[in-house]
């Protein structure tokens, strides 16, 4: 007698199309963090952009109805715009001589031999791994023993001690990245080296240091604990935000948190905007 023949292990249509619902569903998992992650990180900042309308009077903490108002009369809070009138001054001027000194820094660093140049490498890191109360207490201390009046100078001075590192990790970055062969070929025509470095060297940083820009400025206008230790009277848009913290963050305040975040989202859609015109341009041309 013969065996009867055994079945084939191939699976029906029904059984393989069985494990897809639950393959489908799997793949939702990483899109619904996702969100839920950008929905918390984006709650802080649609309550302060509600809260701008709010018609408080002393306290802005519960909401008593809406109002244009505070937006019209946004200077009315004493000492608001001076605070966030020291802030922009010393973000501009914090940052143009952090940018400057950085660029100078990381150029060395990359393209000259010298001393104690892993050294200084390895020192400009500190300010970026020192929490920032230790080096705003020693910077005060410094400060104090040199006997200079804590003001809008020592701000600065403080700001661009410390936006430095910042500016020299992102630039040196670029520089390292540059085609030495580009330079070169500018000698070979003749040019001068203020010539190479005008007209081929500093168009080739500019996104570079524009970067470390953008970045110095944020990280000085947002700072609030280097700026306690170091600015004396001198209030902030920081400052101000902490003192006016215990009874409520006025609307006003609210107001100009606001127009910040709705002015550094227009710059990026514009800067994003041109740049996929240039592009395409480009593609164009090419």
Not at 108 to 130: H, K, N
Not at 191 to 201: C, D, E, L
Not at 245 to 273: C, D, H, K, M, Y
Request: charge should be positive; aromatic fraction near 10%; glycine fraction near 6%.
């Amino acid at each position: 007698m013969t065996a009867p023949p055994l079945e084939t292990s191939n699976p029906s249509p029904e059984r393989a199309a069985a494990p897809r619902p639950r393959r489908r569903f799997a793949g939702l998992g990483l899109p619904i963090y996702v969100t839920l992650a950008l929905v918390f990180l984006l709650i802080p900042i649609a309550y302060t952009f509600v809260f701008s309308f709010n018609d408080s009077a002393k306290s802005n903490i519960a909401w008593r109805g809406f109002t244009f108002d505070k937006w019209l009369t946004v200077c009315n809070e004493p000492g608001l715009c001076e605070a966030f009138g020291n802030s922009i001054l010393v973000g501009v001027v914090a940052t143009a001589l952090a940018t400057a000194l950085g660029t100078a820094i990381a150029i060395a660093l990359v393209r000259y031999r010298f001393r104690f140049r892993s050294s200084i490498s390895l020192l400009l890191f500190l300010p970026m791994a020192t929490p920032e109360v230790v080096l705003g207490a020693g910077l005060a201390a410094q400060f104090l023993a040199l006997g200079t009046q804590k003001g809008i100078v020592t701000v600065i001075l403080a700001h661009t001690m410390f936006c430095i590192s910042f500016v020299v990790v992102t630039v040196k970055a670029r520089v390292a990245s540059l085609d030495p062969a580009l330079e070169e070929a500018g000698r070979d025509l003749y040019g001068s080296p203020a010539q190479v470095f005008w007209r081929i060297t500093f168009p080739l940083l500019l996104p570079g240091i524009l970067a470390a820009a953008l970045l110095s400025f944020a990280l000085s206008f947002d700072d609030f604990i280097i700026t306690n230790f170091n600015s004396g009277a001198v209030d902030t848009f920081p400052k101000f935000i902490y003192i006016a913290a215990a009874r409520g963050i006025p609307a006003e305040a609210n107001v100009v948190a606001s127009a910040v975040f709705i002015i550094a989202i227009l710059i990026v859609v514009v800067s994003q905007v041109s740049r996929s015109a240039r592009q395409k341009r480009l593609a164009k041309l090419g």
